[in-house]
């Protein structure tokens, strides 16, 4: 049974960087067609995609958080991190890696970790 566990800080500042990592168990995140995603919901809105690291390492972002965006993996570690930089008041979120068996599919939810903005 895949297991995905978010870790980082709670809280940041803005104008700072946020970094999350996704700590991956009972699956290799190099294998066949296994996707890792970052998604997050804000306050009273529905899940957005953040953005995904593929089993090859290639990664997309949403158009929105392209430029403040950075997935990476470490496959030593079985881990993948989410960096977001220049966080503003709009980040606030949960936020959740997730596991997929394609591009576009969900199948795995890590329980999420809470984010806030603020000085």
């Known amino acids: 049974q895949v297991q995905l566990q978010e870790s980082g800080p709670g809280l940041v500042k803005p104008s700072q960087t946020l970094s999350l990592t996704c700590i991956v168990s009972?699956?290799?995140?190099?294998?066949?067609?296994?996707?890792y995603h970052w998604l997050r919901q804000p306050p009273g809105k529905g899940p957005e995609w953040v953005g995904v690291i593929t089993y090859l390492g290639y990664t997309s972002y949403t158009p929105s958080l392209k430029s403040r965006t950075s997935i990476s993996r470490d496959t030593s570690k079985n881990q993948f991190t989410l960096q977001l930089v220049s966080v503003t008041p709009e980040d606030p979120a949960v936020y959740y890696c997730?596991?997929?068996?394609?591009?576009?599919?969900?199948?795995?939810w890590g329980q999420g970790t809470q984010v806030t903005v603020s000085s």
């Open positions: 009972g699956d290799s995140i190099a294998a066949n067609d296994n996707y």
């Open positions: 997730v596991k997929g068996s394609n591009p576009y599919s969900y199948d795995f």
